[in-house]
């Protein structure tokens, strides 16, 4: 297998060029270079960060000299490894199976970041193959990356998949970061991490050359250290895409999302509260969130109630169906050297490799997704109609018509977890994101808090299309809320001063 460039090698380059850290600290080159040297000294004890691009440098630089200009121009961004960047580093999912996976091929969103002036900075992290291996997994967790771990607890689970990308953000060692989510694994990392993310809806960026789950719900987003900045790396990645048919509707849709936030957006609107979708221990931070909704103007509806049917394990199925597809799709067109072409493939793999892949947990998804009989299945058919339904059309569309109101809002996720390699994840609620993740509706995360020093988030969820609203209302609820402390690096939260003075005798 090809080896992958060290994060130190890459290091002992950057210092070959240490006029750029005696340089003001607006420049590109400067702003890449403290990068590194945040990932160098902070990363270590996170483990959010799979690999520096060792062309980080010369891409800042290149931005210096042609005089790039825009939000994003010289900002450094890390780059989910489910996504392909062109260059020396391959795109792993996390799984050894896919080492020498160099595409030499941008995603179309990261050439949109390339265009708007963004530095590529590296890959980040992911539980492996965006968690749909087993049931039993260990978020967080990658063959080829090990273990991400939370920046407010580093004993607790940063939750996935876009595991690294939400810790990074966290650490500080970027503002921005991509992740990608089937259901969750954008805004549960956000939440649990402390930092924003936002899922858009479906068909506004494009998918080409992600490693997939599901057709029907995948999706990029932005995570990031406030709205602002989320509204700014969506407006450079949104559009449509002629190889991904979902995308079609994305230029007439996007819009410049940065330009629409206002700070007054909550004055008037009514909001729907999915009290249903709360509870598991946020409660205190939720009331104070919608405190502050109501203080801006927001006129506030209670939902009590909402049946989501057999929305859950219809989506399984038709996740189960599209992974096998879509993978399979995916390995065909790498024109890397890789040993899998197909899901069975990787099946092998792990089994030949047990000793690195499957020592923490199995494979069970997986074997079960290799059962599946292909999109053309009637009774995969049948429930993707009924997940979607139950989601969209008798779900979220449905609570915003009844109740008159124009977004809804919930805790995302419960506080992060203790990462356990004997029991797999240890999750003890969560939040209504689902419903948005099915129907391919925009959910943005803001954080609204902790419970016992661990942050909490509020999510916001709409319509389809209503990514510019959406993120407005975020925006608007950020401001009011205010500052909030940064994560700290406890060993565990019983360090921190809101657990530790209770423990002692």
């Not at 690294?164 to 970027?174: F, R, T, Y």
């Not at 694994?185 to 494009?206: Q, R, W, Y």
């Not at 919930?410 to 797999?424: E, Q, R, Y």
Request: glycine share 10%; proline share 7%.
């Amino acid at each position: 297998m090809k080896a992958r460039l060290s994060i130190g090698a890459v290091l002992a380059s950057a210092c070959l060029v240490t006029p750029s850290l005696a340089q003001p600290q607006n420049t590109a080159e400067s702003r890449t270079a403290a990068a590194i040297e945040r990932i160098r000294r902070i990363d270590p004890q996170v483990g959010s960060v799979i690999a520096l691009d060792p062309t980080a440098l010369a891409q800042a630089r290149r931005v210096q000299a042609l005089g790039l200009r825009g939000p994003l121009a010289g900002q450094p961004i890390l780059i989910k490894d489910n996504i392909e960047v062109a260059g020396p580093l391959p795109t792993t999912a996390g799984s050894l199976a896919l080492a020498n996976n160099v595409t030499n091929r941008d995603a179309p969103l990261v050439a949109r970041l390339l265009g708007a002036g963004a530095v590529i900075l590296g890959k980040t992290n992911l539980s492996e193959w965006a968690n749909i291996r087993s049931s039993n997994s260990i978020s967080g967790w990658s063959a080829v990356g090990g273990q991400t771990r939370n920046p407010f607890a580093l004993d607790r689970n940063p939750c996935g998949s876009s595991s690294g990308s939400g810790a990074a953000v966290a650490a500080g060692l970027v503002r921005m970061a991509i992740g990608t989510e089937t259901d969750g694994s954008v805004t549960c990392p956000a939440a649990i991490n402390g930092i924003v993310g936002f899922k858009p809806t479906v068909g506004l960026v494009s998918r080409t050359h992600i490693v997939p789950i599901s057709a029907s719900q995948d999706t990029p987003g932005p995570m990031t250290a406030s709205v602002a900045e989320a509204a700014m790396v969506l407006t450079a990645i949104a559009g449509s895409d002629p190889a991904d048919k979902a995308t079609t509707e994305a230029d007439r849709r996007r819009r410049d999302y940065l330009a629409g936030l206002r700070a007054g957006s909550l004055r008037g609107k009514r909001i729907g509260v999915m009290r249903f979708a709360a509870g598991f221990g946020t409660d205190q931070p939720f009331d104070a969130a919608l405190a502050v909704l109501k203080a801006q103007g927001a006129t506030l509806v209670e939902i009590k109630e909402f049946d989501e049917g057999q929305m859950g394990r219809n989506e399984f199925q038709v996740l189960l169906t599209e992974f096998k597809s879509g993978l399979a799709d995916y390995l065909r067109s790498s024109p890397a050297p890789i040993p899998v072409r197909s899901l069975a493939d990787v099946i092998a793999f792990n089994k030949n490799h047990a000793a690195q892949e499957l020592a923490l947990f199995g494979q069970e998804t997986f074997e079960q997704a290799e059962k599946t009989k292909g999109t053309s299945d009637p009774a995969y058919r049948k429930a993707r109609q009924l997940s979607f339904n139950a989601a969209g059309p008798n779900g979220i569309d449905r609570l915003l018509k009844q109740h008159g109101v124009v977004a809804l809002v919930g805790p995302t996720m419960a506080p992060a977890w203790k990462i356990d390699v004997v029991n797999g994840d240890q999750i003890s609620g969560g939040g209504a994101g689902s419903l948005a993740a099915v129907a391919g509706y925009p959910h943005l995360t803001v954080p609204m808090g902790f419970v016992k020093g661990l942050p909490v988030g509020l999510s916001f969820i709409g319509p389809k299309w209503a990514d510019g609203q959406i993120l407005s209302l975020g925006f608007a609820y950020e401001q009011a809320r205010g500052p909030l402390p940064p994560a700290l690096f406890f060993r565990s939260i019983e360090e921190s001063p809101a657990i530790a003075p209770y423990l002692k005798r």
